[in-house]
């Protein structure tokens, strides 16, 4: 009897329609049957956000042996649920969110709605990986992710993840380091924290001509220990592939002892 292929819930918060997660399902197409569920457009920022008043629908893209492309007026995290409950006729052994379009590093892993897609497959306990490209532009190259998605896609698949554990994987934008084949290539594979940094500038105000105001949610990412080397932003920067292991449990752990002396 032929062994049932495992099978693999894919995400993102750019879109069904995005070029990130349709190369991703090219590349997982060996590797599993994949059941594709995304928004039916951008969904960035949304993190871990879902829709509690809003009714969802869900719409079948595209449909190929070993292949279902569905998408859903939803967030990322909807539409991870509404595949879990309505569409998948079994228990995915993975969950991968992307491939997003820019950066995931550092505090935006707490805004991403990539992220979100993992955490709450790793809230059901099934080992899910993001993966992210710092590159925003929507004709972005992925073909060099190619071998490494493969790679730690496959490893999942067999060995699994510690419970609770996810992965957040970004890859730096080669172009910024030269056109010389050596500087076309990733310099290695670190696996590092989080880096420390904040957004500044975030609101911009506007005057409209029916005489009110308005504001754009921008501002800039300023990293708050550049040099740091175990850190993803000093890993992107210096063209290396980052790998930080993410967890839901947010509990500060060293901080419990000196919270039991307060006098409460």
Same mark, same amino acid.
């Given at each position: 009897?032929?062994?049932?292929?495992?099978?693999?819930?894919?995400?993102?918060?750019?879109?069904?329609?995005?070029?990130?997660?349709?190369?991703?399902?090219?590349?997982?197409?060996?590797?599993?049957?994949?059941?594709?569920?995304?928004?039916?457009?951008?969904?960035?920022?949304?993190?871990?956000?879902?829709?509690?008043?809003?009714?969802?629908?869900?719409?079948?893209?595209?449909?190929?042996?070993?292949?279902?492309?569905?998408?859903?007026?939803?967030?990322?995290?909807?539409? @991870? !649920?509404?595949?879990?409950?309505? *569409?998948?006729?079994?228990? %995915?052994?993975? /969950?991968?969110?992307? =491939? +997003?379009?820019?950066?995931?590093?550092?505090?935006?892993?707490?805004?991403?709605?990539?992220?979100?897609?993992?955490?709450?497959?790793?809230?059901?306990?099934?080992?899910?990986?993001?993966?992210?490209?710092?590159?925003?532009?929507?004709?972005?190259?992925?073909?060099?992710?190619?071998?490494?998605? @493969? !790679?730690?896609?496959?490893?999942? *698949?067999?060995?699994?993840? %510690?419970?609770? /554990?996810?992965?957040? =994987? +970004?890859?730096?934008?080669?172009?910024?380091?030269?056109?010389?084949?050596?500087?076309?290539?990733?310099?290695?594979?670190?696996?590092?924290?989080?880096?420390?940094?904040?957004?500044?500038?975030?609101?911009?105000?506007?005057?409209?001509?029916?005489?009110?105001?308005?504001?754009?949610?921008?501002?800039?990412?300023?990293?708050?220990?550049?040099?740091?080397?175990?850190?993803?932003?000093?890993?992107?920067?210096?063209?290396?592939?980052?790998?930080?292991?993410?967890?839901?449990?947010?509990?500060?752990?060293?901080?419990?002892?000196?919270?039991?002396?307060?006098?409460?």
């Amino acid at each position: 009897m032929e062994k049932e292929r495992p099978l693999i819930l894919i995400s993102n918060d750019d879109g069904y329609q995005a070029k990130g997660i349709n190369e991703l399902i090219d590349m997982l197409r060996p590797l599993a049957d994949l059941l594709v569920c995304a928004p039916d457009g951008a969904r960035s920022g949304y993190s871990c956000a879902f829709s509690a008043e809003l009714p969802l629908r869900l719409t079948l893209q595209r449909e190929e042996p070993g292949l279902a492309v569905w998408s859903s007026n939803g967030t990322p995290v909807d539409c @991870v !649920k509404l595949a879990l409950s309505q *569409l998948a006729d079994r228990r %995915p052994a993975m /969950v991968v969110g992307g =491939i +997003n379009h820019g950066d995931n590093g550092s505090v935006n892993s707490h805004y991403s709605g990539t992220m979100g897609v993992v955490m709450e497959g790793c809230m059901k306990y099934i080992p899910s990986v993001a993966f992210s490209l710092c590159d925003h532009r929507a004709d972005a190259d992925f073909e060099p992710l190619r071998p490494y998605v @493969v !790679k730690y896609t496959r490893y999942v *698949l067999q060995h699994g993840l %510690p419970k609770g /554990v996810c992965l957040n =994987i +970004n890859f730096p934008l080669l172009e910024e380091r030269g056109e010389r084949r050596e500087e076309r290539e990733y310099r290695g594979v670190r696996v590092c924290r989080m880096a420390h940094g904040s957004w500044l500038n975030e609101i911009t105000t506007c005057h409209h001509p029916r005489g009110y105001d308005y504001h754009w949610m921008v501002g800039h990412y300023q990293n708050d220990e550049p040099e740091a080397e175990d850190t993803d932003n000093w890993a992107l920067a210096h063209g290396y592939v980052a790998i930080t292991p993410t967890t839901f449990d947010v509990t500060a752990y060293d901080a419990m002892d000196q919270i039991k002396s307060w006098t409460l």
